[in-house]
Structures are given as C-alpha cells and as structure tokens.
C-alpha cells in the first residue's frame, strides 16, 4: 500500500513544521527584546538558527513522524509528536548549557519552546481532523488476490474490506472448487490460473489463504511468485488458537506465536515505568503524605481503637503474595482477610468512608511502590483467597498476574471497580486488566493517573 501524492504532502509538512520553529524562535526573540532591538537580529548567529533547524529536522526523521502520515492512525502520529518535541528540548538545552559561545540565551530558547509547542501540536491535530474526511481519497490502494476461498480467505477479505485504513483492495480469489462464492467477490478461476493472472492485470501481492493440507500447492505457488517477482504472503489458519493479535517472533527458521503483545516484557520499557513509579512516589511522599498521614492517623485513631494501618497479604506479580498496605478503614473485625466491603457495610468507620470514597486509604501502597512490590498503575492486587476463587472461575484471571499490580488501574478509571457481586463485574475487571497489558504505554499510564486523580476530586460511586 502507498500514499497517493505521499511524498509531495510529507515535504509540506517538513517545511510546514521548520517554518513553525523559526516563526517561534522570532516571536520569541520579539518578546526577550521588545521594544528594542527588533529588527537588527545581533543577538543571535545565523549559524546557530540553522543549527536548531538541523536538530529539529533530524529528531523528526528519528521519530519517524513524517512517515505513513496517512496511514498512520492518530495515537501513534501524537505519541510520535510528543517524542519529537520531548528530544527536541532537551537536545536545544543542552546546546545552551554545553557549548559557551551558544548567542541564544536561555530566556529566548524558553519562550521559543513555549511559543511552539502549541503551535505544533495544534497544527498536528487540526491535520488529523481534516484527514479523517479525506483520507480513503488520500491514499492509493494495493490491489491484491486471495489465493483460498475458505473460511480463512473469506474472513481475511473481510478484515480488508472494513479496514480501509489497511490499504487494500481485494480483486478476487482463486481456488479448485470454482462453485464457491466467497462473500461478495468472485472466483476468478483456479489456482494454477493465479500466476497468469496477477501478470495480466498487474496485482501486486497475493495472499495464500489455503489449508496445510495443501502444502505442495502452497510450494509451487509460491516458487512460481518468486520467479516472477511477486510478493507472496501466507496466512497460516490460527484463529482457533488466538482470537486477537498476536505476535510473531523467529527462533531459527521457526515462528514463534505468542498469543498476546507484553510491551512490559521490554527492558527498556521496564526501566521508564520504574523510573516513573519511583518519581511519581517520593512526589506523593514529600508534597502529600508528609503533612496528610499525621492528620488521617490522628482521625483515625479518634474514632476507633486499633493501628492506624491496615496490612493484607495480596497476589503480586508472577502470584507472589506481599503485604498491601492501607490506612485502616474498618473496626476491629475477624471477616477482613475473607469478606469484600459492601455498600452500608457496617464494619466502616466515618473516616474510613470518606477515605474509600476519595481512594485516600491507598495512600500507603505507594510505600509498596518504593519497594518494588506494586506499581503507581497496573492490575489491582486481589486478597490470596479470592485469587484463588476467581483462577477457577474466570478464563485468563491469572494472566493479568504477568505485571506487577498498581494502586489504580485501567479497570478503576473504566468503572470497574469496587463490589464484585454483580454477573460479569469480575470478568470486566479481568478484560480490562489485560487490555491494558497488552497496550501498556507511558502517555496510557499518564492518562490512567489523571482520571484516577480526577476520580479522587469527585469521588467515584463504586467506591465504598
């Protein structure tokens, strides 16, 4: 699949976005000297102007963002944005602070930052939303051949026809049972009919869609694409196996299928969520728990006899059990390790509603976070008994047990949360819980922090 006029729109956008830089650089210039010294520039170096641009134009191509501009979907192309803009400060003040005879100050490469960020990511947006109702005239479509009118071949025609964005146009299929019909595209004849075919009218991939029974036609087919330079996919049948993406590794000259994508399996990932757990914690500690905890414990212990904090043991990371720690929030009880709380549970203490109702009484797991037993975000960690439960009763329950549990959670801030007595309550959590192992980013992290604080100021009403 291409890009229809690809290249030309890539070039505007590259110079669209220098030009962008430069116009923030003048303003800004503008506003350190206003009102003199507007015009004569000798505050700054031809040289180092274009020396900025060289960094900006170079970041942009390492982040890829002008690639596939049309067939790139909108997350992607502003994570893709915010990258670039991230490693384009931090390069620009290192120059100021690294190279003495640098003739922009810091003033200047401030107010620049702060007169482009806006105007870039705004321009990026307003880009999107115009695409969106020209983006199928945008790009030029792959025509290709489903070689298999089976189930296989039918759903994958299916795929391609709903997913426009993909960039391919089904022209028919080929297969031995001329009788079929598969879907709403026509058999153009045989398989041995597909080579000549593909050459005639100038089909630029075929997919083979056939079962593995049929391995020597699959062979000389594609032995056949090979010779005359026609690109040949295979589309193995694993969809009784896997329902959703998955991943594709070669160990040898075998393919590996994992059922499932684990950006946390990553080291480098790892190292920028742990490195954000830490931060983000010892903020927590310093700016609110310093002052918060004496006051809670003080209520706390005012309204009821007992410790002002309340240890459990929960299922950690790889089913490991760890003691969560929490404000105490209940009286004195022998059902805390077994029994959910309800709603008008009648155990909770008026402090301890108002700390469930504003997630205060998690305010201790951040200390499990400095430890390395929890994360600011992931999976809520369950009590050992109801692990136990919910691994029988719930398909893939302890799949979500492969990252370490988080004091919020992409299950939290989507309303799962809470009592669990409701059908399907739990198994909601579980999907949710999953999905976001599987689509784990930094922006998603940012994001699930935000409502989650967003939640804490208006209260949730699960929360109880």
């Not at 003040?93 to 702060?114: A, R, S, W």
């Not at 089904?170 to 709403?184: E, M, N, S, T, Y």
Request: glycine letters at 6%; one cysteine or more; proline letters at 4%.
């Amino acid at each position: 699949m291409t890009e229809k006029y690809g290249s030309y729109y890539r070039m505007i956008s590259i110079l669209v976005d220098l030009a962008l830089v430069n116009l923030a650089g003048y303003f800004a210039y503008l506003i350190t000297f206003w009102p003199e010294d507007m015009v004569d520039m000798h505050h700054v170096s031809l040289v180092h102007i274009l020396l900025i641009n060289f960094i900006w134009f170079n970041v942009t191509q390492i982040t890829r963002l002008y690639h596939d501009i049309f067939t790139k979907d909108a997350v992607p192309t502003i994570r893709q944005a915010v990258s670039s803009l991230f490693f384009f400060v931090v390069l620009i003040c290192c120059l100021v602070y690294l190279i003495p005879d640098f003739t922009m100050t810091g003033k200047i490469i401030l107010y620049m930052n702060l007169i482009f960020l806006p105007l870039f990511l705004g321009g990026k947006i307003c880009f999107l939303l115009l695409r969106r109702s020209h983006r199928t005239r945008l790009m030029e479509y792959t025509r290709i051949v489903i070689v298999g009118a089976g189930p296989v071949g039918v759903e994958l025609s299916q795929i391609m026809e709903s997913k426009i964005s993909m960039g391919y146009r089904v022209v028919g299929f080929f297969d031995d049972k001329p009788g079929l019909q598969a879907g709403h595209v026509r058999i153009l004849g045989k398989v041995s009919d597909c080579i000549s075919y593909v050459k005639e009218y100038n089909v630029k991939e075929i997919y083979c869609a056939l079962p593995d029974r049929a391995i020597e036609k699959i062979n000389k087919l594609m032995r056949e694409a090979d010779r005359e330079m026609i690109r040949f996919k295979l589309v193995p049948d694993v969809k009784d196996y896997f329902k959703k993406h998955v991943n594709v590794r070669m160990l040898g000259h075998f393919p590996v299928i994992s059922p499932r994508a684990e950006p946390l399996e990553n080291i480098h990932n790892k190292v920028l969520k742990r490195g954000f757990d830490v931060i983000f914690s010892l903020i927590v500690f310093v700016f609110i728990m310093s002052w918060l905890v004496p006051l809670l414990a003080l209520l706390i212990k005012l309204e009821s006899d007992g410790p002002v904090f309340f240890k459990q043991w929960r299922s950690g990371k790889d089913n490991k059990p760890f003691w969560c720690w929490k404000f105490r929030s209940m009286r004195i009880n022998s059902d805390s390790d077994q029994k959910q709380a309800v709603k008008n549970d009648d155990r909770i203490t008026k402090i301890g509603a108002f700390m469930r109702s504003t997630s205060l009484d998690e305010l201790p797991q951040f200390f499990n976070v400095l430890m390395g037993e929890m994360s600011v975000v992931g999976p809520r960690p369950h009590m050992i008994q109801h692990t136990a439960e919910y691994s029988g009763l719930i398909d893939q329950f302890m799949v979500r047990h492969f990252v370490l549990p988080g004091i919020t959670g992409w299950a939290q801030v989507s309303g799962f949360r809470g009592e669990t007595n409701e059908e399907g309550s739990m198994e909601a959590r579980v999907e949710a819980d999953i999905w976001y192992m599987e689509n784990w980013s930094m922006l998603l992290d940012c994001k699930i922090a935000f409502l989650t604080l967003w939640q804490v100021l208006f209260s949730h009403k699960n929360a109880y």
